[in-house]
């Protein structure tokens, strides 16, 4: 089944919908740039200009200039705010500490995220940023924007904003940076009425799920990840908006096990897609590719001289269960073996593709490093098929929901539940059997106790059978 | 769900902070009807925010709910 949309899809036209002229929106040239200076002085931010990376203060000065040269009746935001954010954040170097007040109650009617409260501590030095608020913007299933539409939300954010944004935040959302509380609804209304557009989540919700490219523009894709963010994004609404969880709770959509999202370190619930059947292998392609015609990895590494293609060393020699073999010209691998790391078949690409039954995997617990450290996610549910409606999905979220909702402290991330009841305890909630793909390392964390009632007979023996097998 | 409703602003009222997690407030609930479920308990919560009683307090990585007016403006000090 193809992907439908829930509702017609709108159009953006940016003709309609755009507040500035062409002039006013190119309105400083690079010679204007090189000599501007911005009010306060920032000798550190200057220095973090330098060196080989983009910076972000390059184009917060780009911002100060062009707003600064705006008409001022065509911004309801400070035209300095740029300026001021600068001089704040030089001013936090110097005292070693940050001079935003730590949250605060503003939200959009009805809304427990999306919008995020900033205030300065130094409303009169840098009045512009006294209100400093954070809007999330749940981007569109694999970033998938257009011109039009993309045009419009940096008029609308110039217009009631700072006109600095952050695409993408680390969830995914666009991140709009800066505004006054007075603008909250009316931004909220062009996005929703006029642009068919929602907030993200934020706090203690479900945070805006984010997919990989998926079967949108990528052979690799094992299942439809866009289709799958959607589905969910929409089946959650509540979930997303209204925060009752103990903490933040983050699903990412890998399509494949490439891990372009990194779901498998940044989301409490990664979907990462799989297969349970055989690699396709294409053994004439394979020859072509040991005969130089192709190029490995698609020819991303061609920028050096690497010498010829080696199968043995580059591919064979490299896989991690050590699973294939060439045996009179013929590559084979041994399936069951394979951890389906994907590394024969990025290299390979026109030779192998994943098998032909796909699904997911579904890995939990992921975290940033705030209590016992950063956290990778743990393979829970090795397999499922991944088809709309998604109803074994939805129900597995569910089960795992109603423990940490329960079961979490405030503030305990789903990893940290884990750790703190032990894995076994998470596995009998969701009703799943031990598997060997759960242990990191053999040896290392046996952490399956047996239970009397999973040991046939339970702990009661035939003492005296036994000492007639096994003498004193 | 109005003397959900109710239990939730008791609890609110006489909370010691003036801030407080979903979870605390469940449990305060809880306490008067042991029987309320949490999904119960959220859609009450979401009453009150709706008709502009509650509110909720956002530090952008956790949220909290409090009573509107009592002891938190808009500004945190
Ligand atoms: S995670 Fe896999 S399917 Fe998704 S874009 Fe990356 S390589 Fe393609
Ligand atoms: S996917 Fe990885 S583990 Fe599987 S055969 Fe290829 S290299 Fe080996």
């Known amino acids: 089944m193809g992907f439908e949309s829930k509702r017609e899809e709108k159009e953006i036209k940016y003709a309609e919908t755009r507040i500035y ?54 911004m309801l935001v ?27 109650i503003v939200g959009i009617m009805g809304y427990g995220g999306g919008v995020i409260g900033r205030y300065s501590d130094l409303a009169d030095k840098y009045p512009s940023i006294a209100h400093f608020h954070t809007l999330r913007v749940n981007q569109p299933a694999s970033k998938f924007y257009d011109t039009g539409f993309l045009r419009t939300i940096c008029d609308l954010w110039e217009y009631r904003g700072s006109g600095m944004m952050n695409l993408h935040g680390s969830t995914g959302d666009m991140v709009l940076l800066g505004t006054v509380t007075d603008q909250l609804e009316p931004i909220f209304f062009e996005l929703t009425h006029v642009m068919d557009q929602d907030l993200g989540g934020s706090g203690s919700n479900l945070r805006t799920p984010s997919a990989c490219i998926g079967k949108a523009r990528c052979e690799f894709s094992c299942y439809d990840t866009q289709a799958l963010s959607y589905e969910l994004t ?33 989301s409490d619930m990664s979907f990462i897609g799989t297969w349970r059947d055989d690699i396709r292998i294409d053994q004439e392609a394979v020859k072509a590719y040991i005969a130089g015609d192709f190029q490995p990895n698609g020819g991303a590494h061609a920028g050096r001289d690497w010498g010829g293609f080696d199968i043995e ?90 423990w940490w909702m329960e079961e979490g402290k405030n503030r305990e991330r789903l990893g940290e539940l884990i750790q703190r009841k032990s894995l076994p305890a998470f596995l009998e909630v969701l009703g799943l059997p031990p598997a060997p793909q759960m242990v990191k390392a053999p040896r290392s964390n046996p952490y399956i106790f047996w239970k009397e009632e999973d040991v046939p007979g339970g702990w009661d023996r035939d003492i005296k059978g036994y000492r007639e097998r096994h003498k004193r | 769900m109005e003397e959900l409703k109710k239990a939730i602003l008791d609890f609110a009222e006489n909370s010691k902070k003036s801030k407080f997690y979903f979870k605390d407030m469940e449990k305060g609930v809880q306490e008067k009807f042991p029987d309320a479920k949490m999904r119960e308990i959220k859609k009450a919560a979401t009453a009150l925010i709706n008709e502009g009683v ?24």
Request: aromatic letters at 8%.
């Open chain 1, 78 to 104: 400070a035209p300095d705010v740029v300026e001021d954010m600068l001089g704040q954040l030089q001013l936090s170097f110097d005292d070693g500490e940050t001079h935003w007040k730590h949250g605060g």
């Open chain 1, 234 to 266: 929409n089946h959650y609404q509540d979930e997303l908006h209204r925060p009752a969880f103990p903490y933040k709770f983050k699903f990412k959509f890998d399509g494949c096990p490439n891990g372009c999202v990194a779901s498998i370190a940044r």
């Open chain 2, 54 to 77: 509650l509110i909720f307090f956002s530090t952008g990585s956790s949220t909290m709910y409090g009573l509107k007016g009592r002891g938190m403006t808009e500004d945190p000090e």
């Open chain 1, 313 to 402: 060393k580059e591919v064979i020699g490299l896989c991690p269960t050590r699973c294939m073999v060439m045996e009179d010209g013929i590559l084979k691998i041994n399936n069951p073996e394979c951890t389906r790391c994907m590394h024969c078949i990025n290299v390979m690409p026109r030779a192998l593709r994943p098998g032909l039954d796909t699904g997911i995997s579904i890995l939990c617990g992921a975290k940033a490093p705030i209590l016992e450290g950063a956290q990778m996610s743990t393979l829970i549910v090795p397999f499922m098929k991944a088809e709309p409606p998604y109803d074994n999905i939805k129900e597995f979220i569910e089960k795992v929901w109603e």
């Open chain 1, 21 to 74: 002229t062409d002039a006013e929106v190119h309105n400083y040239t690079e010679e204007e740039l090189k000599s501007f200076k911005v009010k306060h002085d920032i000798p550190d931010l200057d220095e973090l200009e330098k060196g080989p990376w983009p910076s972000f203060v390059a184009d917060a000065k780009r911002e100060a200039l062009h707003r600064s040269k705006l008409p001022k009746d065509k």
